[in-house]
C-alpha cells in the first residue's frame, strides 16, 4: 500500500514536471491594428507639475492592438486583446470609458482579458480633467479621452474580427536604452537625475535591465503581422518637449516597419522601470560624439539601439515558429499594503499644504495634500491595502505579466529571475483602474483618480526610500517596498502554477 502510494506521489509529481512542450496545446489565432490618437489641437500635456500645453507635433501618437485566441477546434480556449497607448499613465478617466467602449463594440469578450498599457511618454496629452487650470484654445482634456477611446475602440473591433491562424515565436536581445536615473552620493542620500560628475557621486543607486524582449506573430503563409517589443525605459528623451511625441517609440516602430513591412503592427511595452530613464547619466560627451557620427539624432540612436535588439532575437527564432503554442490567462486583483505615512512626513507634507496656499496653480499643493489625507485616514484603517490589478499571459514558454506602477527595475528582475516561464515579460503601468473609493475631504478635482497621479505610481525598492530623494519619497508613493514584495510574490504565484 505505501509502495502504491509512493508510486502515485511519483507520477504526479513527474507530471507536473514536464516540460511546457508536453502540455496540451490549442490552435493559436492572431489579429492586429494600429490607429493614430494624435489630437488635432493643443493640449495640456501629461508629466509634469506645471501647465505645458503643445504647440505642434514632433512623432505622431498611436495605440497598437493585438488579439489573441487559442482554439481548440472551433471552441475558443482562451484569450487576450493587448493594447499598447502613446500615453503617460493609463487612468482610471481613460480606462474606464475604454473598457465600456470595447464592452459595446465586443460585448462578449470578457473585460478580464484586456491588458491596456502605457509606453509612458511625457509629451501626450493628460487625460483628466481639473490637473490643470483650462485655458481657452486648449483640449478639454476628456474631449482627448472621448476621441481617442473610440478611435482605440474601434481598432481592437478590427484586430478582434480580423483573428486567423498564426504562429508565434520569442525571443531576447539587448540594448543599452535604460539608464538608472537616481545618483548616490557620499552622505547616503540619493537624487533622481542627481549630477554625476560632483565630487560627493558616489553610484547610481540601482541596477539597469538592458532585455530587449520580443514575441512575433506571423499568418498562415509566414507574413509577420506583429512584433511585440518590451524594454525596461520609459519614452521620455523629449519629455520636457511642448510637442506632442511618442518619444523614442515613433522612430522605433518607424524603423521596424521600413525593415519588416508598413502592415506590421508594433506594441511597444514598457517594463519594470521606475527609477529608469533614457536620459545619459555620465560618459555624455562620448555617446553625444557617436550618435553624430552615424549622423542621427538621440531619438533615433535609441530607435537604432532597439531595432537591433528585435533583429538579433528575429534571426535567431524566425525558423522555430509555432502554431499550437499553449495560451492561457488569468486576471486577478491583488491587495497590497499601502506605504505608511509617519508622524514626521505628515507634519512635513502638512506644512508644505500651508506654504503653497499663496500658489495654487503648484501642483506639489496637491501632491502634500494627499498624503496629509492619507495620514488621517490611519485613524479608521491603520494596515490600509490597495487593490491592484494583474494580468498574466502565457504563450508557450514565455509569460507576460502586468502591474499599474512605476515599479522600481529591483522587483522587475526578481520575478524574471525567479519565474518558471523560458522567458518572462513584465509590463508596468497597465490596467490603472479598481482603486479605492476617495476620503470625503478630498477636493473634488481629485475624486476621479485618486491616488491615480504621476507621481504617486511609483513603487521603490527598500534601498531607494532609505535614500530619499523624488520617487521614493512619501509623496511619490502609495505603494512601498513591503507592497512591492507582495506583488512580486502574487505574481509569481500566478505565472509559475501556469507551468
Sequence with gaps: ????????????????????????????????????????????????????????????????????????????????????????????????????????????????????????????????????????????????????????????????????????????????????????????????????????????????????????????????????????????????????SSDFWGPTRESLKEKYGQDVTVLGLCGAAGDQSPHLRYRQAADDRMTKLRNLDRLQEIARRIVHGVDEAYEAVQNVKQDDVVVKHQSAVVQVPERIVTEAEYQSCKAEVERLKANPGDGRGNWNARVVARYERLKTNPAPLFPTPVNVLRIGDAVLCTNQFELYTDFGVQMKARSKAVQTFVVQLANGAGKPQPPAEAPPEDKTDWHYSSSGTYLPSERAVQGGGYGAVIQSNTVGPEGGQVLVEETLKMINAMF
Design 1 to 244: 500500500m505505501n509502495v502504491l502510494r509512493c508510486l502515485s506521489v511519483g507520477l504526479v509529481a513527474l507530471v507536473a514536471g514536464l516540460p511546457a512542450a508536453n502540455a496540451r496545446a490549442a490552435t493559436l489565432h492572431v489579429g492586429a491594428a494600429s490607429c493614430d490618437i494624435t489630437p488635432d489641437m493643443p493640449s495640456f500635456l501629461h508629466g509634469s507639475f506645471s501647465a505645458r500645453v503643445s504647440t505642434g507635433v514632433q512623432h505622431p501618437l498611436t495605440a497598437n492592438v493585438l488579439a489573441l485566441e487559442s482554439r481548440e477546434g472551433d471552441r475558443g480556449a482562451d484569450s487576450a486583446i493587448l493594447i499598447s497607448v502613446d500615453t503617460c499613465v493609463v487612468r482610471a478617466s481613460f480606462l474606464l470609458p475604454l473598457r465600456e467602449a470595447i464592452r459595446q463594440q465586443l460585448p462578449e469578450f470578457d473585460l478580464g482579458k484586456l491588458i491596456v498599457a502605457a509606453t509612458h511618454t511625457h509629451t501626450a496629452p493628460t487625460t483628466k480633467d481639473g490637473a490643470f487650470k483650462q485655458q481657452e484654445g486648449v483640449q478639454v482634456p476628456s474631449e482627448y479621452v472621448t476621441f481617442a477611446v473610440a478611435r482605440i475602440a474601434a481598432a481592437v473591433k478590427q484586430a478582434w474580427e480580423t483573428r486567423q491562424p498564426a504562429k508565434f515565436a520569442y525571443g531576447l536581445g539587448h540594448a543599452v536604452v535604460a539608464y538608472n536615473r537616481r545618483a548616490v552620493y557620499a552622505n547616503g542620500t540619493a537624487v533622481m537625475y542627481g549630477r554625476t560628475n560632483d565630487p560627493n557621486f558616489r553610484a547610481v543607486e540601482g541596477m539597469e535591465d538592458h532585455d530587449v524582449n520580443s514575441m512575433f506573430f506571423w499568418d498562415a503563409s509566414d507574413k509577420l503581422l506583429a512584433i511585440v517589443v518590451n524594454v525596461s525605459c520609459p519614452s521620455q528623451e523629449v519629455e520636457g518637449l511642448r510637442l506632442i
